[in-house]
């Protein structure tokens, strides 16, 4: 699964061009598909100058924010979670019964990891409004 930051939208599997606004993923292709660098005037290997328009390029800053944010919300729920689990799998082996207050935590748990896997797409949501704005500006002066 792709995000575009061309337009907002995602697109299912590994595309080459978002399903969308027709723009490459990090890279121009000629109408062969030969894959060509951001900056090619023409394909390295077909020689044709009709090449796709990319993405736009997202800042290094918020690829590693989102990155850091992301891995250490994961390693701080890793280690909420990991105590809770043995816990319960004591208390089960012991007298194989969940308690209402086990229950209520296992599912607050079950509700943060849920959040925790939308959180890429919430941060792509503001990558991409940021490089937005950051176009209207540059049309308008």
């Not at 792709?2 to 595309?15: I, L, M, R, V």
């Not at 027709?22 to 005037?41: M, Q, V, W």
């Not at 994961?74 to 082996?93: E, H, K």
């Not at 748990?109 to 704005?133: E, G």
Request: hydrophobic share 40%.
């Amino acid at each position: 699964m792709k995000y575009c930051f061309g337009c907002g939208h995602t697109t299912a599997n590994e595309p080459l061009f978002c399903n969308s606004c027709g723009r490459s993923y990090d890279a121009k292709l000629c109408p062969r598909l030969h894959i060509n660098p951001r900056l090619a005037e023409a394909c390295s290997q077909c020689g044709s100058r009709d090449l796709s328009t990319p993405q736009p390029r997202v800042p290094l800053r918020s690829q590693l924010l989102a990155f850091l944010s992301q891995f250490l919300t994961g390693i701080v729920l890793d280690l909420i979670t990991s105590p809770v689990l043995i816990n319960l799998l004591q208390d089960l082996r012991s007298s194989s019964k969940i308690h209402r207050d086990q229950a209520v935590i296992i599912l607050l748990l079950i509700a943060l990891w849920s959040i925790w896997t939308m959180l890429p797409d919430w941060f792509r949501r503001v990558i991409y409004r940021s490089i937005k704005r950051r176009h209207e500006v540059r049309k308008s002066g």
